[in-house]
């Protein structure tokens, strides 16, 4: 008899054992039933003696698959995440396992069929077997189901085919440019950065290493000459992308280019058939293919010899999941990059101000790239005070004089523009129309959100509340409420402008809709694009040469603590869209900020002085990643219970919890309301050391949550609305 520890696939905190008729391993998934009802479960360890368990053991009911699915460090993993983001163990194993492999789905194995012999030569009677081979030549890479759709009939003569070498049957795609495309040369500030990553790849030991550098300047090109060597070295690549709209349309791209040299290449995102899901997952657990690109749950793939964990824009919010368990995907790559003794590198033009100062403080390595191999300058940035400008199209200040200026041009010399606005956390807020002074938290620097209900404005963090002014604090002017923009103003105010000009506004109702626009941009079929966020990343537009910046400061609104990282990233990314090819490009920021920080930093391209003082900002207010901190947010669909809890919670966790932890709120956050939830949260500060996540969650077990409150704890949260 033998004995295995299972954790079931439920939200359950921990294995439960069970007796094997047969022995099992580590890693393996089988079904079980948990207070009678039927599950499936991961073997976590298997013993020969009987534990002490205090319940009846029954036996497993039969393995789903005669192999393991998983490896130690994935279960590792799996606790890594439970213990940090508090949650239950049989959750993140939900999370860490694709659904197919839970009901034991098999899939058949995909073939990909391609001409080896280009010469080969045919009797004449062989008829058939020359026209499968022509239509396989005309064909190149076409899997073996699409072969059998057009010639049902004619696999014995396929068979024919492939006896004689003339044609191979393979399980991995390759593409049809492989002798075609090659590395480009590095230059050599890519050269020097090269050597060191490489002979760091060689040593085989755990290293974390920022790639900073320019938009433009080659990261990516350095990503695949490094996955090139550590495929030279039988070593995996976990390639980790954030989870932007256009990804499989990227990763698609970025795919090719490796498969170009050799690179056995699996992609991993959300929308992915079950097949092809459990063809990489099988590729990463037996190590036939090099490297998985994906988004972050790609870091739960099992690997069996990963050496090379690369996290492009690492600084990236949407790394962070969003539901439980709430991880960080960079958080993980590099705690998955230290399970594996891999090389970790997090790439960006902005790093986090988190990375930047482990690089600064010298525990990661900090690799620097100045140029771009182009040869083309940075845009040139400008500003536009909008405290001068006056509104332009039906009392909103649309564009500045500025703006419209160089948009005419842009627009004679028959390039591309893209104005740009960033709504997102957008909040309404007041101002002075006179001087322009936007009302701030006294308490935590972030802006003051009106509300309508009460009239009061509102800090997010803190709760502190005041009625709204009828006067300027500063200059006596009647304060008015800010009104933001949408896109199709703004596409209103540019039609009536320009009337001749082609506009594509992109927000994402229009992408989905259609979806080459991106090619038709290409194509220079429009001469203004509008877009948001979305627009703002990764994307190739040789034609653009101009880029504006709509409402610069409105991302501040969102109230936190890295409003104006965040902008400040934005900017740049926004920014590098401009003059990607043979015209310099230029950029207007409008702002009623003018003098802010980053509007100073990013004038002159000086991403080093934004993020040395950024750093030293939050050293100072001690926010993370100084500290660390947790955001605990309670949902009730009553206001007065959840008020009522709330502060009761609040009472007990003052009363026991040590004093190095720092209690702000509780504050009714940005969305109060949502699916008819009332909303509350209360954030945590506390120092790095270990044993203040397991006091908090001690705490929480011990409080009585009435069961009309949901809690979530959200550990390094990034979202406070
Ligand atoms: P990043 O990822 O840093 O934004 P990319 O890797 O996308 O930069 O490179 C920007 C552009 O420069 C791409 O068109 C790329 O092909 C080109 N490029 C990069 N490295 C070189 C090089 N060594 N020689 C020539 N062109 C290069
Ligand atoms: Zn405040």
Known sequence: MFYVDVLPLRSVDRALTYTAPQPLQVGMLVRIRVRGRRTVGLVTRVANDAPDADYVLVPVEGALYETPVAHEDNLALIQRVADYYMCPLGTVLETALPSFLRIGKVFKKEFFLHVTDITA?????????????????????????EFLKNFPKETPFLKRLIEKNYVERCEQPLSETQSADTLLPLTDEQESVFEKLRAALRAGKFSIHVLFGVTGSGKTELYHALTAEAKNLGLQTLYLVPEILLSAQALAKIKIRLSAYGIRVGLWHSRLSDGERMRVWQGALNGTMDVILGTRSAVFLPFKRLGLVVVDEEHEPSYKQSET??????????????????LCVLGSATPSVESWNEARCGRYTLHTLTQRPSGQPLPKVFLADMRYEKPNFEGSFVLSTLLREKLSACLDRGEQALLFLNRRGYAPYYYCPKCRVRLECPNCKSYLVFHKTDRTLRCHICDTRIAVYDKCPACDFPMKLSVGLGTQRIEACLRQLYKRARILRLDSDAASKENDWYEAVLERKYDILIGTQMVAKGLDFPHLT???????????AAEDFRSSERLFQLLVQVSGRAGRAERPGEVVLQTFSPNADWVHYALKHDTVSFLD???????????????????????????????????????????????????????????????????????????????????????????????NVIDILDVDPTDFR
């Open 121 to 145: 030569t045919f009797p004449s009677h062989a008829v058939q077997q020359l026209s499968v081979y022509r239509w396989l030549e005309q064909h190149p890479f076409v899997s073996e189901a």
């Open 325 to 342: 368990p709430r991880y960080h995907g960079r958080d993980l790559a590099l705690y998955r990059a230290r399970l594996n003794n891999a």
């Open 546 to 556: 101009l880029v504006g910046v709509i409402q610069a400061d409105l991302i501040t």
């Open 613 to 707: 003082r950024e750093t030293a900002l939050r050293k100072q207010h001690r926010y993370p990643p100084f500290r660390r901190m947790v955001r605990h947010l309670f949902r009730s669909f009553s206001e007065k219970t959840l008020r009522y809890v709330v502060e009761q919670w609040n009472v007990f966790l003052q009363k026991n919890i040590s004093k190095d932890v720092e209690i702000m709120g509780p504050a009714v956050p940005f969305i109060n309301k949502a699916h008819r939830y009332w909303r509350m949260h209360l954030l945590y500060l506390m120092p790095h050391e270990t044993s203040f996540l397991p006091q908090l969650q001690t705490l929480r077990q011990r409080f009585q949550m009435p069961s």
